[in-house]
């Protein structure tokens, strides 16, 4: 960049500084910044245009356009340049406005006599705030250090933004941070939890855009990045040995902490004006600004952690990022990008609710949420940059909705919400120890899912009638090295122990797909949901089956053990398997260890292939859980972490429950105990529509027991089978308006 652009730069940065640190309210700064940029940058026209909502853009000042058009002009995004801008994050420098793609004329601003534009993102780590515009008369493009220049006052104005240096009237000057927002995701756990923010990672809000002192910025930035990269080289000295996979990912932080690119930006924004906070923010943002246009899954991983790095420099830099002494509030609401099952189990129940900027119906976190009941809702977007600590918070998971700082008429209504629900629960617990008995004598058990000790005081409080699923994964996902056959087996008798004579159906190790062990070598796959996952490494590593499996009959020690292996594709897998409990009770048995009093030994029917299995299959095994969540997402083809088409297909679907009648005729003929498993098996009209196909066993989360006890109780089976027999006579797709109607008469 040549030296005289460096100067007029920071002259310019100069006298923004000074406007932050006048009194000026926040119209007469936008007014006063729009004049001295034109100026600077020798444009006739500069214009800031910020959103007053998601999606519309208010031309909130100019200089050189018609004054009258200020708050009124107003784009869509995507609408115009400047909406182009707004909606691709990119640069648009044109010298032929008018020509250019997208270009939309504005007869109330007057820039009919403009050819020349040049239009800026204004953004802040991913957060679109507004467009910086300058214009002129001349047919010209701007040069590629008007254009960088303009890029680092656009980044500044955002952290004027984020700082409150522009709030005035009007819904596009309303100061950031407290405004009502109402944000969509995914439910993953439901419930409903109001309380306030506490951010897992705390923003860095940087206090200081501009500086003075070139050579004392980039001193401080030195230093900085010299104790980044030795923090760095630490945490690779302490990994040698460990997982390879942990050890790439810090080679790449090594690789970024040391690029000398990154470093040569970072310097030349300082040169400009930048403090040195500021300067590793822009590069942050380039860097969220870029991921978020990157397909390549590779390239995505790398750019992401170049942000987590960028954030770790800031933290350096500002002395931000704890928890600054904040106390953890008494209703405290998890606010994340993402998180581990370690680190959730660590707030354990003292969390109201969790929101999630990414996140997945079936990751660790959420298996963990359902443990600890905790409402949970994913793939929220915006929510680290809209929230702050103490913000109050509505947490709706049954519907995937939050409220951050809710009006007082939103506050009411879900109070109102959560009052019903609170006498819903009251009703339930006076039909807790009824037996599940429809009207026409059919008997059903309800029997609750489980992954932790957390969970087992549920298995009173909620009338299960034992535990259909104990996931042992977890004492596996939430450590840093496999845990030893010792600490399973006192896992397995505090359990056993738990739930006293009530049945518990310990599923073997469920790993692969999402649920990736930190300290077993990750093997990339294409379609990890179809690919290496549990029984199926469970056959490949049979040293950690057998761990497993003498665990558990260790901690049975005399008492009924029940073993179920997940995901069994075909008969062979389960055959092999059970040679292997075989083979392991033989040897404990050698060595003098107490037996189990009886065994049962289970399949998890997760693939609609083994459901046409040979019958010689349902005569061996002891019984048979359908995994409904799995054999849901291939049945009907469609990802249930992909919100595209995870919602698409309903369970009451006439095929899916032809299927599932399918199965029930053929255990029936082998009299094979058969269970269904997963979130449908607690949603009562779901729970009801199984139990007519012939399903006499239910497992499912313990806050769903009552909903479910409540409804079967009510119900007529033979009628609802009736009523699904006609819809599917009818060639009716679903028959869930059937069945809804039907309990709407019913009362």
Not at 177 to 183: A, K
């Amino acid at each position: 960049m040549a030296d005289g652009t460096e100067t007029e730069s920071r002259k310019l940065l100069g006298r923004l500084r000074e406007e932050m640190a006048s009194e000026a309210a926040g119209q007469e700064r936008l007014d006063r910044i729009t004049h001295l940029i034109a100026d600077s940058i020798r444009a006739e026209v500069c214009s800031i245009y910020l959103f007053r909502d998601e999606d519309t853009l208010e031309l909130c000042a100019t200089e050189g356009l018609a004054p009258e058009a200020v708050h009124k002009t107003r784009m869509r995004m995507g609408e115009g340049l400047v909406g182009r801008v707004a909606q691709s994050g990119k640069v648009v420098n044109t010298p032929d406005a008018p020509s250019a793609k997208g270009f939309r004329y504005m007869p109330e601003t007057g820039e009919e006599r403009f050819s020349s534009f040049l239009g800026v993102p204004v953004q802040r780590l991913g957060q679109k705030l507004g467009v910086l515009v300058v214009q002129s008369r001349d047919a010209r493009k701007f040069s590629a250090d008007e254009v960088y220049a303009l890029e680092v006052v656009a980044m500044v104005l955002a952290e004027m933004a984020e700082l409150g240096a522009f709030v005035g009237e009007g819904a596009a000057l309303s100061p950031l941070h407290q405004q009502s927002l109402q944000l969509s995701g995914g439910p993953a756990q439901e419930g409903s939890a109001e309380g306030h923010v506490w951010l897992h990672e705390p923003r860095v809000v940087v206090t200081n855009p501009i500086a003075e002192d070139p050579h004392r910025e980039r001193e401080r930035l030195t230093e900085a990045v010299e104790e980044l990269r030795v923090g760095v080289d630490k945490m690779l000295e302490i990994s040698q040995g460990g997982d390879k996979e942990q050890l790439q990912v810090l080679e790449a932080y090594r690789m970024f902490a040391n690029s000398k690119g990154w470093m040569r930006r970072m310097e030349e924004d300082i040169a400009l004006g930048l403090s040195a906070e500021a300067a590793v923010e822009k590069e942050q943002s380039q860097a969220r600004a870029r991921m978020g246009q990157v397909t390549d899954p590779y390239l995505r991983e790398r750019l992401a952690d170049l942000d987590d790095l960028s954030n770790r420099l800031l933290r350096i830099l500002t002395g931000q990022g704890g928890t600054n002494g904040v106390d953890l509030p008494p209703d405290p609401i998890l606010i994340a990008r993402n998180i581990g099952p370690g680190d959730l189990l660590e707030y354990g129940r003292s969390l109201k609710g969790i929101v999630l900027e990414e996140g997945s119906v079936g990751s660790h976190a959420t298996i963990v949420a359902r443990a600890l009941a905790i409402p949970l809702v994913v793939h929220v977007g915006r929510i680290t940059t809209e929230a702050l600590n103490g913000d109050h918070i509505l947490v709706d998971g049954n519907e995937g909705v939050v409220h951050l700082r809710p009006e007082d008429t939103v506050v009411s209504a879900f109070r109102d919400k959560i009052a019903m629900q609170a006498k819903a629960q009251e009703r339930y617990a006076s039909i807790r120890e009824t037996p599940t008995v429809t009207r026409d004598g059919e008997r059903i058990n309800l029997v609750m899912n489980a992954g932790l000790m957390a969970d087992l005081p549920s298995l009173g409080n909620s009338g299960a009638e034992g535990v259909g699923l104990f996931r042992t994964e977890l004492q596996f996902l939430i450590r840093n090295q496999m845990p030893k056959r010792s600490e399973l087996v006192a896992q397995y008798q505090r359990v056993l122990d738990a739930a006293g004579d009530k049945r518990v159906v310990f599923r073997t190790l469920d790993i692969g797909s999402d649920k990736v062990l930190p300290y077993m070598k990750h093997v990339a796959e294409p379609n990890p949901a179809l690919g290496w996952r549990a029984i199926r490494v469970g056959l490949d590593k049979r040293g950690v089956m057998r761990m497993q499996l003498q665990a558990l009959l260790r901690a049975a020690n005399g008492r009924p053990l029940t073993i179920m292996f997940p995901f069994v594709a075909q008969a062979d897998e389960f055959r092999e398997a059970r040679w292997e409990v075989n083979k392991t009770i033989e040897r404990e048995k050698r060595l003098g260890h107490v037996l189990p009093e009886t065994l049962e030994v289970g399949a998890m029917l997760e693939t609609p292939s083994l459901a046409f299995a040979p019958q010689k299959f349902f005569d061996e095994v002891d019984f048979v859980s359908i995994g409904g969540n799995d054999l849901k997402q291939f049945f009907f083809a469609a990802d249930r972490e992909n919100e595209l088409v995870r919602r698409r297909y309903d369970t009451l679907n006439v095929s899916f429950l032809t299927f599932i009648e399918r199965i029930v005729e053929r255990c029936d003929i082998s009299n094979t105990p058969l269970s269904f498993c997963g979130e449908d098996a607690g949603r009562p009209v779901e729970a009801l529509c199984l139990a007519a196909m012939g399903i006499r066993t239910l497992s499912m989360r313990p806050a769903s027991i009552g909903p479910v006890k409540s409804v079967l109780l009510r119900a007529d089976l033979q009628s609802v089978r009736k009523i699904i027999a006609d819809a599917r006579h009818r060639g009716e797709q679903s028959v869930r308006p059937a069945v809804m109607e039907w309990l709407r008469n019913q009362g």
